[in-house]
């Protein structure tokens, strides 16, 4: 149980480094009772390109943040309270595969694992804390949902007007309620959707029609193919990001967050020493029970955090 392992030495040890890994520009991580059930890196899709993501599962959050530094240093934190999120698993195709969407009122998004073992095991600790968090507080799923947005590389013209050509010049933007990728033209207007921000959003004139006449409430789920492009991305040769490109492209601090520009020749430059870098060892996710055992993918030990392979032990995998 999540509470047995909340109690223990070696967990406050972990959420501690965690905090320290993030420093001023993360958030207070322990308190009494809250346990760390496991980490590791997803690729994320964000809305420029795929890019690696520290993720940390709680038994009562998720946290994830970019990699400035592999297991030493991390920023851009964002915290989702796992009440809030449901997880959907995604069909592989020919660019993407082990993929699933993350849910939730405030954020969606699309993540990737290297291998199916990993996918699985992600997801059946998520759903599992999820399902035990609700038990507890006697709380229902939250039936509020933030859209998942389609990634730039999808859309070169307006998905709205379907005339507008992005450029340099012309940029993207994206409807808050749908996820679309518009021009300026067809989304200048703002709407308050309550489960997304305090504030008025940027939305799609299509969205802001439908809201603004009632035909449709902020709340109202979206119909339509958005949360189903995320992991259409033709991204060239680029083919399901593995476990060690993504911690290669971690290392070289080529992760900067989705609302900065992308350093497009450093990405690609990093991609080409990927292909060549066969001796760096990979790093796997894991979970954690108690009694100072670790639950992992693979079959070896490995340093998680600061602490020494040494202090863990490996063993097979248990959904706690």
Same mark, same amino acid.
């Given at each position: 149980?999540?509470?047995?392992? @909340?109690?223990?030495?070696?967990?406050?040890?972990?959420?501690?480094?965690?905090?320290?890994?993030?420093? *001023?520009? $993360?958030?207070?991580?322990?308190?009494?009772?809250?346990?760390?059930?496991?980490?590791? =890196?997803?690729?994320?899709?964000?809305?420029?390109?795929?890019?690696?993501?520290?993720? +940390?599962?709680?038994?009562?959050?998720?946290?994830? $943040?970019?990699?400035?530094?592999?297991?030493?240093?991390?920023?851009?934190?964002?915290?989702?309270?796992?009440?809030?999120?449901?997880? =959907?698993?995604?069909?592989?195709?020919?660019?993407?595969?082990?993929?699933?969407? %993350?849910?939730?009122?405030?954020?969606? +998004?699309? !993540?990737?694992?290297?291998?199916? &073992?990993?996918? @699985?095991?992600?997801? @059946?600790?998520?759903?599992?804390?999820?399902?035990?968090?609700?038990?507890?507080?006697?709380?229902?799923?939250? $039936?509020?949902?933030?859209?998942?947005?389609?990634?730039?590389?999808?859309?070169?013209?307006?998905?709205?007007?379907?005339? &507008?050509? +992005?450029?340099?010049?012309?940029?993207?933007?994206?409807?808050?309620?749908?996820?679309? =990728?518009?021009?300026?033209?067809?989304? *200048?207007?703002?709407?308050? %959707?309550?489960? %997304?921000?305090?504030?008025?959003?940027?939305?799609?004139?299509?969205? +802001?029609?439908?809201?603004?006449?009632?035909?449709?409430?902020?709340?109202?789920?979206?119909?339509?193919?958005?949360?189903?492009?995320?992991?259409?991305?033709?991204?060239?040769?680029?083919?399901?990001? &593995?476990?060690?490109?993504?911690?290669?492209?971690?290392?070289?601090? *080529?992760?900067?967050?989705?609302?900065?520009?992308?350093?497009?020749?450093?990405?690609?430059?990093?991609?080409?020493?990927?292909?060549?870098?066969?001796?760096?060892?990979? %790093?796997?996710?894991?979970?954690?029970?108690?009694?100072?055992?670790? !639950?992992?993918?693979?079959?070896?030990?490995?340093? =998680?955090?600061?602490?020494?392979?040494?202090?863990?032990?490996?063993?097979?995998?248990?959904?706690?």
């Amino acid at each position: 149980m999540t509470s047995k392992l @909340a109690l223990t030495e070696e967990n406050v040890k972990r959420i501690k480094n965690i905090e320290d890994c993030f420093g *001023s520009s $993360g958030q207070k991580l322990y308190k009494s009772g809250r346990a760390l059930v496991g980490e590791g =890196v997803l690729t994320k899709i964000c809305r420029k390109k795929p890019k690696p993501r520290q993720f +940390f599962l709680f038994d009562d959050i998720l946290v994830y $943040g970019n990699i400035l530094l592999s297991k030493k240093k991390y920023n851009k934190q964002h915290l989702l309270p796992l009440e809030e999120v449901k997880i =959907v698993s995604l069909d592989d195709d020919s660019n993407f595969r082990n993929g699933w969407q %993350i849910v939730s009122p405030s954020k969606s +998004f699309a !993540v990737y694992a290297a291998t199916p &073992t990993e996918k @699985a095991e992600w997801m @059946a600790h998520i759903k599992k804390c999820i399902e035990q968090l609700l038990e507890k507080t006697g709380k229902k799923p939250s $039936g509020d949902e933030a859209a998942v947005w389609v990634p730039d590389q999808i859309a070169p013209f307006c998905m709205l007007c379907k005339k &507008t050509k +992005f450029s340099a010049i012309i940029r993207k933007h994206h409807c808050r309620r749908c996820g679309l =990728v518009v021009c300026n033209s067809c989304s *200048s207007k703002k709407f308050l %959707i309550p489960h %997304i921000s305090a504030k008025p959003v940027r939305v799609c004139d299509q969205c +802001f029609t439908k809201m603004s006449s009632g035909q449709v409430k902020p709340d109202d789920p979206v119909v339509n193919d958005a949360n189903n492009m995320t992991h259409k991305v033709e991204t060239g040769s680029f083919n399901s990001i &593995t476990r060690k490109e993504s911690e290669k492209l971690a290392e070289s601090g *080529s992760s900067a967050d989705e609302s900065e520009e992308d350093d497009t020749k450093r990405y690609d430059d990093n991609s080409k020493k990927i292909e060549d870098d066969i001796k760096s060892e990979e %790093i796997q996710p894991t979970f954690y029970k108690i009694n100072n055992e670790v !639950v992992e993918t693979g079959n070896r030990p490995l340093s =998680v955090n600061g602490l020494t392979k040494d202090s863990l032990q490996s063993n097979p995998l248990t959904i706690i």
